[in-house]
């Protein structure tokens, strides 16, 4: 017999590490096609989100358990060990079942030999609970804090790293953001300006107003599919983290605020969560927002998303749109990043990224924001973006195009009224562990 939830979640470890796919598109259409709800679906979700997020930590384990290199123990074997070893780690679910389970599954797809393996292997697994592993196999606590706490909260090193230099610490502030980026994120949406209040959305939703988005709304971590919401589907409300709702209203607020007919431009749009805030907000004062986005199927996209509003969509590369130059009020760079800021929604994304992705997106990053300063206005203000906290793609980034004179710095904390712990500034980073918010950087920049 195998249990539905749990091959669902097989199915899509499988599917991650053959095809490179993405755990949270594959799987909900698995659980459609395979008619999985309910407290299964719920299972499956748990089981796959969290094997897919925790894997560094579940092979360090299972690299103690089994007697050769895991590069040689078979993928499906590999993802069924680690599918075992998340429930016995990180679960409730009872060690017979935990482990009968998964040794069912195998047999079914290759046999009762490998049933065996994998039967040996997660019966060492469950001599020890997380902490008991997490104590022989980590790097000594006051030695090396950054690598404990890494394999501790299950995130590669080098971006345990990263985080604790944006902190700029390696003790609790660290440890509260890792462990933050390991919990399942709530839901959040934006109530379309001029149609909706937060507290309406709230009331038709379930959800609580957001605590510092006058159009934010957040819902419980385990509420369903939010795309299925009626206020979604009839474009009251958009999907999107709280974080990336303040960036884009930072931009909105720096002043004047009162200016009738505004231009505003977003160069990096796709999918187009932030364009469909700023286009709705545009519009209530007269204005009008171009949206450039350079892959055409995202910006089809964005297309659809703004229908109805005052926006314009140009498919091109937004460090050269062909638009004129010095003829925007307000320029929003949303650039491509790591997405080390978002990594607790996409639960295979730290493993899959490499620090070698860096020079070749901050090359880009730097491009655009100098772009964007070419197409604003002097005088006029530019929004820097990234959902990322690792300084070469936010500090770094801003701080060369201020050396070179191309900005100024406004202090962009101004812009996140009521938003604590936004530090010594200029520029705003948000986190996971102290806003709720996805781990976004904001730096607002003056042309001169
Ligand atoms: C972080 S996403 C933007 C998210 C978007 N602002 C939102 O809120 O929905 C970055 C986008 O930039 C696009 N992009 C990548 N390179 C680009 C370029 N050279 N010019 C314009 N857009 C680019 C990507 O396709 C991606 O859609």
Redesign the pocket.
Known sequence: MVDPAREAALDTLIAVRERDAYANLVLPGLLRQRRISGRDAGLATELAYGSARARGLLDAVLDACVDRPLSQVDGLLLDALRLGTYQLLRTRIPVHAAVDSTVDLVRARQGSGPAGFVNAVLRRVAEQDEAAWVAQLAPDEQADPVGHLALRSAHPRWIAQAFAEALGSKGEPLAAALAADDARPAVHLTARPGEVSADELAAMTGGEPAPYSPYGVRLDAGAGDPGELDPVREKLAAV?DEG?QLC?LALTRVPPTDGEGERWL???????????LLGALVGLSGGTLDA????PH?AEL?RRATEGLPVTVHV????D?GLAESSYDRV?V????T?LGALRRRPEARWRRQPSDLPELTR?QR??LASALRLVRPGGVVGY???SPHLSETVGVVSDAVRRGLAEPLDTREFFPGVPDLGAGPHVQLWPHLHGTDGMFCALLRRP
């Open positions: 999107q990336s884009a977003d160069l990096c749009a796709g999918p187009g969560g932030k364009a469909t450039v986005e350079k892959a995202r964005v091109g590369d937004g460090r749109p929003l949303d650039a491509p990043c997405g880009l491009e655009l973006v990234v959902c």
